[in-house]
């Protein structure tokens, strides 16, 4: 069964740093993985998908890596600011369904 | 082009009564997929529906949980005799495609349910 594990639960960085965020996944047989956003109280929003083909993508100052055969990704954020505080959520897609990581919760300080 | 849309967002019921969850997909959309969100948990696989199919429901509770996605409106979540640990945020997703690399589901606002 997948397991999606992200380290770590929380992290609080002042404003103007540059950060990463890890996800690791058990099963590498997976189809593509999405990082999502989630303020607290809301839904998620989608920030990026990587195919399972692809290495990496870039959304402004988000970049996401993908190494299926160790089963991690990472999510770079570029010059932190306070808006970008949020839930970071990391997903694979099995056959029909997502599998979630339980989120870094972010705090970039002003 | 709207998008995924859930209704109601907050939802207050009594232990033993009925819940019902809605969620219309994104236009063009013909899959339906619904996850569950206990407080300080992540989120969990509950249900996959196409219209008027359920495809896989191995995330479901045994009982008193059960959804359809008919041919006309939208899907809904039924939850019978709802019990305290049903409190908990219900989100549906969308998307084109059932499986393959480009399969992005895309997430309503959630609804919020609580059971007193």
């Known amino acids: 069964k997948q397991e999606v594990t992200q380290i770590p639960a929380a992290l609080s960085v002042p404003e103007g740093e540059n950060l990463v965020l890890n996800c690791s996944f058990t099963?590498?047989?997976?189809?593509?993985l999405q990082w999502f956003r989630q303020d607290p109280g809301k839904g998620l929003t989608s920030l990026l998908l990587?195919?399972?083909?692809?290495r990496e993508q870039t959304s402004g100052r988000l970049n996401a890596s993908l190494d299926k055969s160790s089963g991690r990704s990472t999510l770079y954020i570029a010059a932190s600011q306070p808006g970008d505080s949020a839930t970071y959520l990391c997903?694979?897609?099995?056959?029909?369904?997502?599998?979630f990581g339980t989120g870094t919760r972010l705090t970039v300080i002003p | 082009n709207a998008g995924v849309m859930q209704n109601p967002r907050h939802l207050v019921r009594r232990r033993g009564q009925e819940a019902r969850l809605r969620c219309s997909p994104m236009?063009?959309?013909?899959?339906v997929y619904w996850y569950r969100q206990l407080p300080e948990e992540g989120l969990k696989f509950m249900v996959y529906?196409?219209?008027?199919?359920?495809?896989?429901e191995s995330g479901m509770p045994k009982e008193r949980f059960s959804a359809e996605f008919p041919k006309e409106g939208p899907s809904i979540l039924r939850i019978q005799q709802v019990v305290r640990g049903d409190s908990a945020a219900y989100f549906c997703?969308?998307?084109?495609?059932?499986?393959?690399?480009?399969?992005?589901?895309?997430f309503g606002p959630g609804t919020r349910l609580t059971v007193l």
């Open positions: 997703a969308s998307s084109p495609y059932s499986t393959g690399s480009y399969n992005e589901q895309f």
């Open positions: 099963d590498s047989a997976i189809y593509n």
């Open positions: 990587i195919q399972s083909s692809q």
């Open positions: 997903a694979v897609s099995g056959a029909n369904n997502l599998f």
């Open positions: 236009k063009g959309h013909s899959h």
């Open positions: 529906l196409q219209k008027e199919n359920i495809i896989d």
